[in-house]
């Protein structure tokens, strides 16, 4: 096996492809993933004034030209929110500041603690002069980060696997497996409390999401859109399997955001899932016996 890594966004990256050792293609792989996760954060970094997510969120209320690649990005996260009814909303930014998170990440924030309701549905795209555009709801902020990882895990993986190889790429635990023969990965990476669990993929992706990591006195960085705040659940965890990373990501946040709903949420969703509480443990579908996607 060859594996190729980044330290980033308080997490690890993984990109690993089922091989024989070669120099040329380890290398290859490296400068695949670097460039990739340096692309996305230009991209959709919040905490950059050169990203177009900043500079969109610079003008909200007016069409701002952006290229395909955001887009591309953008229409995951509006993806993921059509797919949980507005559970995942990608324009709580301003919610998410206020709540901390931008001080737990060790940056500045000028967002008032106010409530702040996201507007999913206010997002346009059109086509630009160059290329495109987009234009938020006023009063409102773009943040991709339920989304970003997810769907660098699915390009990855596509991407390698177009190219000839087994793969599977784990954006910090949002995970994508394309392979012949199955893949073990792990739900619930290095959550403190909660016992890792293996799950053999062969086309599919695991994601958990959880409020077991970031996490700050008197807030998380899951936040409920019917609120403005952070999620009140019991849930320390959420995993799923789903066909993409980007679809378990999006049915996991989900999860922990409808708190005691979540699993019959899930369930109607026919998504094997598994929620950990501190003194409980649900299962929806075939979880936890095997699962292969």
Known sequence: MITASVKTWKTELLLSVRTAPDPALASALQTFLDSEVTRLDRLASRFRDDSELAIVNARPGQWVEVSWSFVTVLTAALDA???????????????????GYDRWAGQATSTSPD????????????????????RIAAGTELDLGS???AWLADRLATTVYRAGHEVCANMGGDIRVIAHRPWTVWADPG???????????????????????????????????RTGSPAGTPWVSVSAVAATAAHANAATTAGVVLGDAGPEWMSRQGIDARFVALDEVATTHRWPQEVAA
Do not use: E, F, N
Not at 116 to 126: D, P, Q, Y
Not at 193 to 208: F, I, K
């Open 147 to 149: 989304i970003a990882k």
């Open 115 to 134: 409530v702040h309701r996201g507007k999913w549905r206010g997002v346009g795209i059109r086509p630009g002069r160059g290329q495109a555009q987009v």
């Open 81 to 99: 929110a059509r797919m949980t009814g507005g559970l995942v909303d990608p324009t709580m930014g301003r919610a998410i500041k206020a709540a």
């Open 191 to 225: 959550i403190p409390g909660v016992d890792s669990r293996p799950v053999d993929l062969v086309d599919g992706g695991l994601a958990t999401s959880g409020v077991g990591k970031r996490v700050w006195d008197g807030g998380h960085h899951i936040i409920d859109p």
